[in-house]
């Protein structure tokens, strides 16, 4: 029997639900478990600048949700071999920054470690595939892609709700564009799962936030969305539609240009931590973290249609959308540069009376890095070192 609309409609409907359920139940018992454990995040005053201990394994609570739905609502057709490369590289990103976030992993060992998991969803199918060119080229865009992507996702987890909540729009997206050009139901089942996932964990997240997504989460999903993203067939109407993905996600990538053009500027290496982010730029200038997170999702919901309108809108217009995209990101980083960036060891700034509660400034970055900022501090020099899949949370 062939599935109706209807049908799709419902079983889509029905993983959203579940997944979004599953972690609603699932986050307030991570949130005990790491603080029975003392997994959290406690503020210092210097790097820390929320404003109570907050516990990190948000990530667990996400992966948690999505992989339970999956496991319950897949059909054949939606587990294929793909889906199961995925959910393999997916586990190996998640232990790996759950072991980050335990432990202190170095950079070396960290990218090596998403490097073997890209190598296995590109061996399960989970690839870029650009006509003409050799298999070793488009290997190599493959795991340059997932890479970026994973930590891009892992850099721009700045701000309460930031990270997670740019990852549902994205998935939202994903999930719209891959059910109308899509045969296959891989790509809309996992986005939507996904999505329902992070729509809940952002109940807990959003400022002000009683957990973090730590390396665990913001690996993960940044590792899943990559992934997913390079499984639709943009260009079955219009060739230039191979770059839907990169506008879609947009705004990480953007950040973490933005932050590796400054360091560079100042000679400060990637791989160490600086207040040069956009959000934290915002934040700065005047805005609260509810501002600024808002503003950013509504660029990213902007950038979603606009990915709707490279895929399916006129052939013609697709090089104009794209150039005008290209210069809105380059004068909106020539004005962001203007805006000075937060000191690095600066108090924090007093509470915005507008927002409810006692939202903090932002936080201090993931757990890895601020304990190589506290060792660091011990040193002689007092360099706050850090891992390249990391942002500086100020």
Same mark, same amino acid.
């Given at each position: 029997?062939?599935?109706?609309?209807?049908?799709?409609?419902?079983?889509?409907?029905?993983?959203?639900?579940?997944?979004?359920?599953?972690?609603?139940?699932?986050?307030?018992?991570?949130?005990?478990?790491?603080?029975?454990?003392?997994?959290?995040?406690?503020?210092?005053?210097?790097?820390?600048?929320?404003?109570?201990?907050?516990?990190?394994?948000?990530?667990? =609570?996400?992966?948690?949700?999505?992989?339970?739905?999956?496991?319950?609502?897949?059909?054949?057709?939606?587990?294929?071999?793909?889906?199961?490369?995925?959910?393999?590289?997916?586990?190996?990103?998640?232990?790996?920054?759950?072991?980050?976030?335990?432990?202190?992993?170095?950079?070396?060992?960290?990218?090596?470690?998403?490097?073997?998991? =890209?190598?296995?969803?590109?061996?399960? *199918?989970?690839?870029?595939?650009?006509?003409?060119?050799?298999?070793? +080229?488009?290997?190599?865009?493959?795991?340059?892609?997932?890479?970026?992507?994973?930590? =891009?996702?892992?850099?721009?987890?700045?701000?309460?709700?930031?990270?997670?909540?740019?990852?549902?729009?994205?998935?939202?997206?994903?999930?719209?564009?891959?059910?109308?050009? !899509?045969?296959?139901?891989?790509?809309?089942?996992?986005?939507?799962?996904?999505?329902? =996932?992070?729509?809940?964990?952002?109940?807990?997240?959003?400022?002000?936030?009683?957990?973090?997504?730590?390396?665990?989460?913001?690996?993960?999903?940044?590792?899943?969305?990559?992934?997913?993203?390079?499984?639709?067939?943009?260009?079955?109407?219009?060739?230039?539609?191979?770059?839907?993905?990169?506008?879609?996600?947009?705004?990480?990538?953007?950040?973490?240009?933005?932050?590796?053009?400054?360091?560079?500027?100042?000679?400060?290496?990637?791989?160490? *931590?600086?207040?040069?982010?956009?959000?934290?730029?915002?934040?700065?200038?005047?805005?609260?973290?509810?501002?600024?997170?808002?503003?950013?999702?509504?660029?990213?919901?902007?950038?979603?249609?606009?990915?709707?309108?490279?895929?399916?809108?006129?052939?013609?217009?697709?090089?104009?959308?794209?150039?005008?995209?290209?210069?809105?990101?380059?004068?909106?980083?020539?004005?962001?540069?203007?805006? +000075?960036?937060?000191?690095?060891?600066?108090?924090?700034? +007093?509470?915005? !009376?507008?927002?409810?509660?006692?939202?903090?400034?932002?936080?201090?970055?993931?757990?890895? !890095?601020?304990?190589?900022? !506290?060792?660091?501090?011990?040193?002689?020099?007092?360099?706050?070192?850090?891992?390249?899949?990391?942002?500086?949370?100020?």
């Amino acid at each position: 029997m062939t599935p109706t609309p209807l049908t799709y409609a419902v079983w889509y409907g029905l993983a959203f639900l579940t997944a979004l359920s599953l972690v609603l139940f699932v986050t307030p018992l991570t949130i005990r478990v790491a603080i029975n454990f003392k997994i959290h995040d406690a503020p210092d005053g210097r790097l820390k600048k929320h404003t109570q201990p907050t516990p990190y394994l948000g990530g667990l =609570a996400v992966a948690s949700g999505f992989v339970i739905a999956f496991g319950l609502l897949s059909t054949p057709a939606s587990a294929k071999d793909q889906a199961m490369g995925i959910l393999a590289g997916g586990f190996m990103v998640l232990l790996l920054g759950l072991y980050d976030d335990l432990t202190n992993l170095k950079p070396g060992v960290k990218f090596l470690g998403q490097l073997l998991a =890209a190598v296995v969803i590109w061996k399960a *199918g989970v690839q870029v595939n650009i006509g003409g060119l050799p298999w070793w +080229a488009n290997m190599g865009l493959t795991l340059l892609w997932i890479t970026g992507v994973t930590n =891009a996702f892992n850099i721009i987890d700045i701000m309460d709700g930031l990270a997670s909540g740019v990852a549902f729009i994205a998935a939202i997206f994903l999930f719209a564009i891959a059910l109308l050009i !899509e045969d296959a139901p891989v790509v809309p089942f996992m986005a939507i799962t996904l999505a329902g =996932a992070l729509l809940g964990y952002l109940r807990f997240n959003f400022n002000p936030a009683r957990i973090f997504l730590g390396d665990t989460g913001s690996l993960f999903v940044g590792f899943m969305i990559g992934s997913l993203s390079m499984l639709v067939s943009y260009t079955d109407h219009n060739r230039l539609a191979l770059a839907t993905p990169v506008v879609l996600l947009a705004v990480p990538i953007f950040d973490t240009a933005f932050v590796a053009w400054h360091r560079a500027r100042k000679g400060i290496p990637f791989f160490r *931590g600086s207040p040069d982010h956009f959000a934290l730029r915002l934040r700065h200038a005047g805005l609260s973290v509810r501002q600024v997170v808002l503003r950013v999702y509504a660029v990213s919901v902007t950038l979603g249609g606009v990915a709707l309108l490279i895929v399916f809108g006129p052939t013609e217009a697709v090089p104009w959308v794209l150039g005008a995209v290209g210069l809105l990101a380059l004068l909106t980083a020539v004005l962001l540069s203007r805006l +000075a960036p937060p000191p690095a060891r600066a108090p924090a700034p +007093a509470t915005d !009376e507008r927002a409810s509660g006692p939202p903090p400034a932002s936080h201090g970055g993931s757990r890895s !890095e601020r304990r190589r900022a !506290e060792r660091a501090s011990q040193s002689r020099d007092g360099d706050r070192t850090r891992s390249v899949t990391q942002g500086a949370r100020s």
